[in-house]
């Protein structure tokens, strides 16, 4: 029992080394976890799970969501570490009581481990499945700490498990649109959108969801009670890499034109969109959409006979998201100038209108000024971007109504 408590304490200290060194890529792994596999998995096991869960643990208290912190973790460390913090969330998960939001156990559902069991060694179970050897498999560990333990404060949007419901510090739609009829119909519009292989059908079916978004605000701003109004609240979307910068100046446009607001969060690949719930889950779903669409026309371009080695390029695949960015924004506008010039929507723009300055007034009072405008790096090439354009002309936003 001595003997046990004093390699406790020396695997201890020796831990804490590890956490504590600077993160970088590593071909060997480092002096510290080559010390730890000298003590028994069963004391160094145990420490090391612990400490992750308390890295989660910490990220939530900082406002981050299930989804967010394996983002974050895998942004930085690639897979292998987003495999690890992904079952890290989980036996967090497990670990805990009270009550659940749903939109917190929707993201945990939705995540690779959430059928692994944690009960008990769950890190040596990572690890075999891995086929990693002890001292990367501690090194991966600390390294996911130490990008959790600098991970910044971000607003609390959904409550983690038995917090009190008020540490939620902006409203965030509870997911009551999903039983939403039109958004139903929307999302199996843009899903025939992304599946099919005739183009014709694919504008068609985009530009009917575009006029059913833009036409059901114009029918809910009739309907609203302004005493009512909820007010606008706020979703935090992933912006995957690579060319994350680029697909949030998707989102932008996207945002703008469903009388929304987003603003990336500088360093995160993460976006916050501000805007009333019915908007916020039109956005998220037509943004989905286009970029499986965006993809799809990329990877065409990428394979295009006698395109060479350019359409695969980095400067070639960001300007192609920023031309196909900017086009979606030019046809979004034009759905919506015309649907709003139709004479039966006159009597809602009063309304569209003072929701959107309630959402302006909502991102001055989250972002207190400190918003700025970011520029997308990187080298441009205008054949790219051309190429960009030329797939949102094809097969997105076109106008013309599907019979339904």
Known sequence: MTGDRYDARGAREVLQ????????????????????????VAIVDPMVERVLLQGV???????????????????????AGGRLVDLAVVADHDRRSGAVDPRWQGQVDRLASCSESTRLDWLRQWRRRESVARPRCYDTAADVWRVLARVPRIPVLVPPPGADP???????????????????????????????TFEAEAEALTAKAQQLMSRQ??????????AADGGPGMVRILLEPPYAAAKGVLLVAVAEANRCRAVELGGLDLAAVVGHAEDLATV??????????????????????????????????????LGFAARIRERLAAVEAAVLADPGSSASLPVLRSRAVAVEEEVDRIFAGRLRERH?????????????????????????????
């Open 166 to 196: 008020s540490v939620v510090e902006v409203v965030s739609p509870s997911g009551s649109t999903a039983a939403d009829p039109v958004l139903d119909r929307i999302r199996k519009l843009l899903a025939k959108a992304e599946s099919t």
């Open 17 to 40: 080394r590890l956490l504590w060194r600077p993160t970088g890529s590593r071909q060997v792994p480092s002096a510290d976890a080559e010390r730890l596999t000298a003590y028994s």
């Open 217 to 226: 605000a114009v029918d809910r701003a009739r309907l609203v009670d302004p």
């Open 57 to 79: 643990a910490a990220a939530y208290g900082l406002g981050w969501q299930p989804a967010e912190v394996v983002h974050a973790v895998s942004r930085r460390l690639g897979r």
């Open 284 to 321: 998220e779903v037509l943004f989905t959409s286009l970029l499986v669409q965006a993809g799809n026309a990329l990877a065409s371009a990428a394979h295009g006979a006698g395109s060479g080695a350019r359409p695969r390029s980095t400067a070639f695949r960001q300007s192609f998201h």
């Open 376 to 404: 997308v790096g990187g080298r441009y090439d205008a054949w790219g971007a051309a190429e960009g354009r030329s797939a949102a002309d094809r097969a997105r936003l076109r106008a013309g109504e599907l019979s339904a």
